[in-house]
């Protein structure tokens, strides 16, 4: 029996195109891969407010880059302060040669001043969640190429084993040539029990201050990230 | 001591970093292996549902955010999120940005001269339901040139944000067309080793095209899943 027999026999609303290897193709089911952001996710990705983690402003966001009308995005959801110490944090995101790359994104995830993460997959009951904090944010750089976030010293976090985290901020880095999301952390200078981090003790140490916000004589705290070259950004396998 | 349920790492199929056909990674990407670390709750946790980032319309129409209908084919696309054991994630935000029908985007940065569409902005959101499912109506993005080489053209493509239920999880990615013939010689698709760039093009689906409205095609998007610990049997001695 030849295709056009077979194709003969069903209806003509019922018939359906080739079959292709494409996504929907069991042979290669897998992991969807990792793409870019490329430069132009100002309209669709940070939004008003999002990196601010304390109060209510238009941090994170890049307006000026599109028409008013063009601002479809959500605004961040009403909160009240959340417990703990408000910081800001800061930085810039170089290339190779040093510059400061103008289309990047900076995501963050953290846990709350206790130490509890707010979510379902943080069981604990020894740290209380706090009604105010969600821990999340996404700021897009700005003109000068400078993330900000405001928000709250983390607490302490469960490691492997018995060990404690010392306090910090899971944060993923995106922009126009990262094909892959990358993935670092933040941790302070002077932090409660970065001597013995299970996370920094991962690191080798020459290159384990690449992963040390500063504090400034503003009192803000500075993390600049280098994706390559001489000061090359510690990265994480997750 | 905390309960952490690690996620499966990254697929071996991803692209590189490096992938010096895509010009911008040159100097963009790390040059150091990524640093295995142990998961902790910082990479098992995430924000969750998307309510208490972001609040106001969902925006699964992106043909009916402004005054007239945009120019351009209108389709629907629709799928599920899995991880990659095949089961579904529920109440997780996809967000989605695209260029209009002629490949321009609303960005100040996109000085291409194709026409922008005052009826077409190109950013949206959705969340899953509670098998995974996701559904949209847009219209289907044209190819645009770009600066990567002599002639050079992006396929046509829509770009995808997961947050997923985890930090670990987090994907950005882009969705391509099956009737496409520049996804082959596109270097950010082709990042991505074949077959697993495949699972990247759409299909178009006769099934979810709606008479006389739209076109259907359908996107699944895979996630890291969780591994599981091993199979106790407790009925050895039965
Ligand atoms: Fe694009």
Known sequence: ?238 | MSDVMPYTREDADFAPSLSTDYRSTVDRSPREPLIMIPPTLTETTGPGAWDRLMVGPSGIDLTAQHKDVPQGQRIIVSGRVLDDRGRAVPDTVIEIWQANASGRYVHSVDNWDAPLDPNFTGAGRVVTDAEGRYSYVTIRPGAYPWGNHMNAWRPGHIHLSLLGPAFATRLVTQMYFPDDPLIEIDPIANAVPMPARQRMVGRFDIKTTKPAWALGYLFDVVLKGRNETPFEDHDHDH
């Open chain 1, 1 to 238: 029996m030849t295709i056009e027999t077979v194709v003969a026999n069903i209806p003509l609303e019922d018939r359906e195109s080739a079959p292709r290897l494409d996504n929907q193709d069991p042979t290669i089911f897998g992991q969807t891969p990792s793409q870019t952001v490329g430069p132009f996710f100002h309209y669709g990705l940070p939004w008003k407010g999002g990196a601010d983690l304390v109060g209510k402003s238009d941090m994170g966001a890049r307006p000026d880059l599109f028409g008013e009308e063009h601002y479809v995005l959500n605004l961040s959801a009403p909160t009240g302060i959340p417990e703990g110490e408000v910081i800001e944090i800061a930085g810039q995101i170089f290339d190779a040669k040093g510059v400061a790359i103008l289309d990047a994104m900076i995501e963050i995830w953290q846990a709350n001043a206790a130490g509890r993460y707010a979510s379902v997959d943080d069981t604990r009951e020894d740290a209380p969640l706090d009604p105010h904090f969600v821990g999340f944010g996404r700021a897009s750089v700005d003109p000068d190429g400078i993330y900000r976030f405001r928000t709250i010293m983390p607490g302490r976090v469960p490691g492997p084993g018995n060990t404690l985290q010392a306090p910090h901020l899971a944060v993923s880095v995106f922009g126009r040539g990262l094909l892959n999301r990358l993935a670092t952390r933040m941790y302070f200078q002077d932090g409660d029990g970065n001597g013995d981090d299970p996370v920094l003790g991962a690191v080798p140490d020459t290159r384990r201050q690449t992963l040390i916000a500063r504090r400034r004589d503003d009192g803000h705290w500075w993390f600049d990230i280098h994706l390559q070259g001489e000061a090359e950004t510690v990265f994480f396998a997750l």
